[in-house]
């Protein structure tokens, strides 16, 4: 199994875990900015919607600066985030990922599943362990 495949399987562990914690760099202040944030995982490759599109503070942030951390259990990665081209099969991916895991507890989100940002997070193999 390469490194790879072994990231996809620890991330595939926390499919299930309600959220994540997202940090990004301010771009004013140049601080640590993190936020607490529905997730969907697929494979090394972390989905989030902004319903405030490129509004979200946290979006602003990453399109200055797209290097970010995210806490995932007690594990903290490193990642590359990116806004999603719209009408690509990945904004179709990510809209279905996210929706499909939150709907099941909110049933009032099919607004937010056609109007929300999809933004990809590429995860890097060099975790921290436990915060």
Not at 37 to 53: E, H, K, Q, S, Y
Not at 115 to 129: G, I, M, N, Q
């Amino acid at each position: 199994m390469d490194d790879l495949d072994e990231l996809a399987v620890r991330l595939a562990l926390h499919a299930d875990d309600d959220y994540c914690y997202l940090t990004t760099q301010g771009r004013v202040s140049g601080r640590p900015h993190a936020i607490e944030i529905w997730f969907a995982v697929d494979g090394t490759m972390l989905f989030m919607l902004a319903g405030a599109r490129e509004r979200s503070d946290w979006v602003r942030n990453l399109m200055a600066d797209p290097a970010v951390t995210v806490r995932i259990g007690d594990t903290v990665y490193t990642a590359t985030a990116r806004a999603v081209d719209a009408g690509t099969p990945e904004d179709a991916r990510a809209r279905a990922l996210v929706f499909d895991k939150y709907s099941r507890t909110n049933d009032d989100l099919a607004r937010w599943r056609v109007e929300a940002l999809p933004v990809a997070f590429a995860v890097h193999d060099d975790r921290t362990s436990s915060t």
